[in-house]
């Protein structure tokens, strides 16, 4: 079994920037994908980005050129760079290998 535990997210004003966690436990980190969603009030949960084990990456256009995703498999760690916020980027943000799911962390961009 793997754990996901994200963190980093908070409070920033539109414009700023946040660098989201996703810790994993187990050995395995660096043989599979992992995915960001997120989900804001009264919507569907939405893809955001991926870091395939490749470490190419992959991301929704609505975040193209704002959001980074990176990984350092010696940390069991995938990051989310959020740049150039919006307030449309508040939601509950999520990691994911494709089987387990983090607990979410809360982003909410001021404005």
């Known amino acids: 079994q793997v754990q996901l535990v994200e963190s980093g997210g908070g409070l920033v004003q539109a414009g700023g920037s946040l660098r989201l966690s996703c810790a994993a436990s187990?050995?395995?980190?660096?043989?599979?994908?992992i995915s960001w969603y997120r989900q804001a009030p009264g919507k569907e949960r939405e893809f955001v980005g991926v870091s395939f084990s490749s470490s190419s990456t992959y991301y929704a256009d609505s975040v193209k050129g704002r959001f980074t995703i990176s990984r350092d498999n010696g940390k069991n760690t995938a990051y989310l760079q959020m740049n150039s916020l919006k307030s449309e980027d508040t939601a509950i943000y999520y990691c994911t290998n494709g089987v387990y799911w983090g607990q979410g962390t809360q982003v909410t961009v001021s404005s």
């Open positions: 187990g050995r395995t980190f660096s043989e599979y994908d």
